[in-house]
């Protein structure tokens, strides 16, 4: 009987343990969303909030949810951040550290953060289910980039704009779904292509104001997928880009880039939206 006795309270014991745990992940959870939208970041739930606490009241704005006002057992399961926000405070390691709590986020774009260590990107390596990811301006180094390589879910990445070169690009050469790469403004010059598991897929390029040359831009040339590239600001013969055209690759060189771009984000759009359709 005391036998009996001590195992049914070892099994209440952790039971409530998990319960307890399980209740304050959550509340971790609801407290990261109101972070993150106070910061700027326009948030995509994969389910909404259910009812709170209040009779008949369902919350419309991130700005409403509490941790208090929901119900303790709802856990917010995001899978889309953006950051965008001239006027809101820039991102540094402490948001990313809040995104760490979301291991379901597909989507995050940061157009302006402040400062990222090498501490706020191995919060992101966590992410296994992140297909898109978009950093501006700025704050990553070579070296950085070691921790992007474990994404290897990524299918549209953006680096534009950041101090980077081959040597860093290389770093990522291990990932293998990459469709759409970003890597205007940087200081790369197209080698990075060379022996990068993603080249047999990748369709879109950007490489405006880089320092490819008519040697680098032909390893573009060889990519089997491409269909659009951006190649303003840069120092390739006319040839090249002919053969591009000729091989039916959309180019780009600055007189028409509000249209190129347009292009690019209905063909990342319709990437993703064919990727929702299949699940």
Known sequence: MKRTTVVVVIVAALVLCLLAARLYTNYLRRDAV??????????????????????????????????????????????????????????????????????????LFVSSPNSISAEGLRALATHNKLRELVIGTG?????DLEYLSHLQSL??????????????????SNLENIESLGLSGTRVDGSFLEGARYRDVICVLELADTR?????????????????????????????????????????QSSRRAEFIRSLRELEQGSRDQRVSSE
């Open 139 to 143: 704050v990553l180094k070579d070296e």
């Open 34 to 107: 109101v972070q993150l939208e106070s910061a700027g970041f326009d948030i995509q739930l994969i389910e909404g909030p259910p009812r709170t606490l209040g009779p008949g009241y369902l919350a419309q704005s991130f700005k409403t949810i509490r941790p208090e006002e929901c119900r303790i057992w709802w856990s917010p399961r995001v899978n889309f951040l953006e950051h965008t926000a001239e006027d809101q405070p820039r991102v540094d390691d402490s948001l990313f550290f809040l995104v760490r709590r979301f291991p379901e986020l597909e989507t």
């Open 155 to 172: 299918e549209i990445l953006g680096l534009s704009n950041q101090p980077i070169s081959d040597v860093g690009m290389r770093r990522l």
């Open 212 to 252: 490819i040359n008519d040697d680098t831009a032909r390893r573009v040339l060889q990519l089997p997928k491409l269909k659009m590239v951006d190649l303003s600001h840069c120092s390739i013969g006319d040839d090249i880009i002919q053969e591009m055209k000729d091989k039916g690759i959309k180019v780009e």
